[in-house]
């Protein structure tokens, strides 16, 4: 009798187990639908990179002012505009796309 016990307890466990695992006992998670964010095109300048040009020396140059947004944001859309190109590395004699902030 305890071994025919023993032998429905490890199935009972064993069913538990498969069900947890393929069902599950906890709700999925969902996530609320977000509006896709409008592509709101970025203004820039082709420049063609000098020697001990940064990204940032560029376009405080031509604002003539210190930058306006963010440099993750500037970074962020020198990427976008600019796809395959590294801010942190910029070429000498290359033309990239700068992204241009209005005052």
């Known amino acids: 009798m305890k071994k025919l016990l ?3 307890t490890i199935c009972f466990i064993f069913y538990i187990v498969y069900h947890d ?3 599950g006992t906890l709700p999925v998670a969902t996530t609320a639908a ?3 964010k409008e592509n709101i095109p970025v203004p820039y300048k082709i420049v063609k990179v000098n020697a001990g040009d940064t990204l940032l020396s560029i376009v405080e140059e031509e ?3 210190s930058l306006p947004v ?3 944001r500037l970074i962020r859309d020198f990427h976008s505009l600019n796809p395959g ?3 942190e590395s910029l070429q000498i004699g290359k033309k990239y796309r700068i992204p241009i902030y209005t005052k």
């Open 34 to 36: 977000t509006p896709p």
């Open 63 to 65: 604002l003539n002012q």
């Open 85 to 87: 190109a590294k801010a």
């Open 6 to 8: 023993l032998l429905l």
């Open 21 to 23: 695992l393929t069902k």
């Open 70 to 72: 963010s440099i993750d």
